[in-house]
Structures are given as C-alpha cells and as structure tokens.
C-alpha cells in the first residue's frame, strides 16, 4: 500500500486558489522529508516545496515563491500546499512524495526520483 494520498486537484480559473493535502500513514511523519512535485505534459518532473516536520524547515523553488506555501498537521500526519494566485502555467499533475531523513533538499531540488515513496498525483488544472 503506498503510504501517501494527495487530493485536492480540480479546476480553477487564473488568479483563484486551491489547497492540496497529502495523508501519510504507515510512516513516521517527523523522520522523513515530505514534498510536492509537478509534472506538466511533455516536462521533467520538478520539485515544488519540501517540508521537514522534525525540524519545521522548508525548502521551495523560487517559481514560487509568493504564491504557493506549505504547512503541516502533525497530529493527522498530513501536509498541505496552498496555491494562491495560480497561473496556466502551473497546470500540471501535481504529486506528494516522501525521502527518509530532515532537510533533504537535494532530492526536491535536483532528484526528485531518489524519493523513498511517492503518491498518485492530483491534477490541477488553471484556466486562462
């Protein structure tokens, strides 16, 4: 069973909002990196925010600085990415995926496949 879902995807007009959550189960949430990934057609796959709940850090691409942010419930093992003031551009498949250990950036920002575990992605479509 994969230990992650995320949900939340759907259809929003430019400048809207959506949040997004991903559930861990079967993991011990502070021991591991949690980020959220999107793949657009026809594009690599990129790293969007990265959290680390034993420490609290976060890691985020500078696309998004601004607009997209993340926080976390611990008591429900669950992390969240809030995106305000989308754009077409970030109409993608949208993927929750987990690493062992705090702070491992290098796999947000340039490896996302040497994640330990990912979740089916949500799609998130931004219309113009």
């Known amino acids: 069973e994969v230990p992650l879902q995320a949900s939340g995807g759907g259809l929003v007009q430019a400048g809207g909002s959506l949040r997004l959550s991903c559930a861990a189960s079967?993991?011990?949430?502070?021991?591991?990196?949690i980020g959220w990934f999107r793949q657009a057609p026809g594009k690599e796959r990129e790293g969007v925010l990265c959290?680390?709940?034993?420490?609290?850090?976060?890691w985020d691409a500078d696309s998004m600085k601004g607009r997209f942010t993340i926080a976390s419930d611990n008591a429900k093992n669950t992390v969240y990415l809030q995106m305000n003031n989308l754009e077409p551009d970030d109409t993608a498949l949208y993927f929750c995926?987990?690493?062992?250990?705090?702070?491992?950036?290098?796999?947000?920002?340039?490896?996302?496949?040497?994640?330990?575990?990912w979740g089916k992605g949500t799609l998130v479509t931004v219309s113009s």
């Open positions: 959290f680390s709940s034993g420490d609290g850090s976060t």
């Open positions: 079967g993991l011990t949430f502070g021991d591991y990196t």
């Open positions: 995926a987990a690493v062992l250990g705090v702070g491992r950036w290098y796999f947000c920002r340039d490896n996302p496949y040497g994640m330990d575990y």
